[in-house]
């Protein structure tokens, strides 16, 4: 198997995993493009990888009961088959597994699932409108790892190792996500999902298009209309949601 291309490392991370002390292994490349990526200098899949897998090795062998655990993002961190290899060398150091995943690798992510202990799930949108929200037809395979974590869940319920996960969508104004928003989170309650978070797009540090498109949004309008979809959200059964 070939090495796992790493654009960078945060040795010590606190927020890429809730109540977690995490190192934060950050994976080259992603298949997708969303227009509001905060990564979008780590996501061409040609690019190689700058940081060994070795180093990251050693960092933990180094921080080990410091740390809780890894946190695999990217990038997609499921794009490449070497994150297999690399998720188990972190369990067989006695560290927790985190994953962050647009679920754009539904297979991938069944062959890991039992070596990770918590997954934060980006659904974009609808099913049908992955290719305006995320550049790319990916919503079935987003959708069917969406099922997957619930499942996976429910299995470990009462396990040694229990599995936790937050599903999130990302909006801002005009996007897929925001048009549907009411059927959309509608939707992700129907399939089972108990943690939720709604997040609002951040402009800053994406790329230049989207960031002049953000300068016509009316933020006044806006401000209502998250607001409306953040109530939608918290009446919607879900048994924890976060807006942020
Ligand atoms: S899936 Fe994530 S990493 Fe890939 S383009 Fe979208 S936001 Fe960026």
Redesign the pocket.
């Known amino acids: 198997m070939s090495e796992l291309d790493i654009a960078g490392v945060v040795p010590l991370s606190s927020v890429d995993w809730p109540d977690h002390l995490v190192a934060t292994v950050f994976c080259q490349g992603?298949p997708?493009?969303?227009p509001?990526?905060q990564?979008a200098a780590i996501?061409d899949t040609r690019t190689p990888g700058i940081v060994p897998w070795a180093d990251v090795q050693e960092l933990l062998e180094r921080r080990r009961g410091l740390l809780d655990g890894v946190v695999f993002t990217?990038?997609?961190a499921l794009r490449q088959a070497a994150v297999e290899s690399a998720i188990a060398d972190v369990k067989a150091l006695g560290m927790q597994v985190g994953l962050h995943t647009?679920g754009a690798y539904p297979r991938r992510l069944a062959q890991v699932l039992p070596d990770v202990d918590w997954v934060g799930l980006?659904i974009k949108s609808l099913p049908e409108d992955y290719r305006e929200a995320?550049g790319y037809e990916g919503g079935t395979k987003a959708w069917e790892s969406l099922a997957m974590i619930v499942d996976e869940r429910r299995r470990r319920v009462d396990s040694a190792s229990p599995f936790t996960y937050e599903v999130r969508t990302t909006v801002f104004p005009g996007s897929p996500a925001e048009r549907h928003f009411e059927e959309l989170v509608a939707r992700i309650r129907e399939a089972g999902v108990e943690d939720f978070a709604l997040q609002e797009a951040r402009a800053k540090g994406t790329d230049p298009i989207f960031q002049a498109m953000a300068t016509h949004w009316d933020m006044s309008a806006w401000r209502m209309r998250f607001e409306e979809m953040a109530a939608c959200a918290r009446s919607a059964g879900f048994s924890h949601v976060e807006v942020r």
Do not use: F, K, T, V
Request: proline share 0%; aromatic share 14%.
């Open positions: 992603c997708w493009r969303c509001y990526c990564n996501l990217g990038g997609e647009a980006d995320a």
